[in-house]
């Protein structure tokens, strides 16, 4: 998978293609990336700034960082019940 592109990188990126006569197929083939990328950099651009509605980058990431947390935690009461369940059978063995 290809690195990301810098935030700065998208920002201009979106500006250019925002005060462009061409098309964003165009802008994004002079910048190299995909079209799709572009309108998708556009359409988070918008979100952000309150133009559309939808999860803000600041939400995405917030959301991803807890979704990462909740793994996490899972994992660990995982882990403690098994532990939880192997240390009861040591103590009351059958």
């Given at each position: 998978?290809?690195a990301?592109?810098?935030?700065e990188?998208?920002?201009?990126?979106?500006?250019?293609?925002?005060?462009?006569?061409?098309?964003v197929?165009?802008?994004?083939?002079e910048?190299?990336?995909?079209?799709?990328?572009?309108?998708?950099?556009?359409?988070?651009?918008?979100?952000?700034?309150?133009?559309?509605?939808?999860?803000?980058?600041?939400?995405r990431s917030?959301?991803?960082?807890?979704?990462?947390?909740?793994?996490?935690?899972e994992?660990?009461?995982e882990?403690?019940r098994?532990?939880?369940?192997?240390?009861?059978?040591?103590?009351?063995?059958?």
């Amino acid at each position: 998978m290809p690195a990301p592109f810098p935030p700065e990188f998208k920002r201009r990126a979106v500006q250019m293609a925002r005060e462009s006569d061409k098309s964003v197929t165009q802008v994004a083939r002079e910048l190299g990336v995909s079209p799709s990328a572009l309108r998708n950099w556009i359409t988070q651009s918008d979100i952000d700034e309150g133009r559309k509605p939808g999860l803000s980058s600041q939400d995405r990431s917030e959301l991803a960082e807890l979704r990462r947390e909740k793994f996490r935690l899972e994992t660990e009461n995982e882990i403690l019940r098994r532990a939880a369940a192997f240390f009861a059978r040591e103590i009351h063995p059958k």
